[in-house]
């Protein structure tokens, strides 16, 4: 198939063509998919575990629901952060220690906040 495929031209004009390879990283298993991360500018966050990825999006609170301009719709977003805090904290193995944990959020406060910022 290889073959036929050369003999039509199948494989001619392809990227790199005539390039070595990069193989620089080539001693990490996982080389391929940072790649493909990296070249086609993808967000990585959801690859990391459940703890940070939640620490991760409290940080940005209450920045990231300024575009939000309904207040219960904010506190349903918060409400549910917190549901997810606490369904990771159960989903951990119990009796093994976790180095990285995420907490649950102030809903009233960060409520006071996203006004705040609202009103600038």
Known sequence: MIRE???RGEFDNLDGMGKPLDLSDADDPDWWVKRKIRDENLDSSALLPMPLQLRKEAQGFPESLRHIADEVAV???????NRR???AHLSSRAGL???VT???VDVDA????WRTLRER
């Open 102 to 104: 995420a907490h649950t």
């Open 97 to 99: 220690p976790t180095l």
């Open 110 to 113: 960060l409520v006071l906040r």
């Open 5 to 7: 495929a050369t003999e």
């Open 75 to 81: 506190r349903e977003i918060l409400i549910d952060f």
């Open 85 to 87: 805090v606490r369904e």
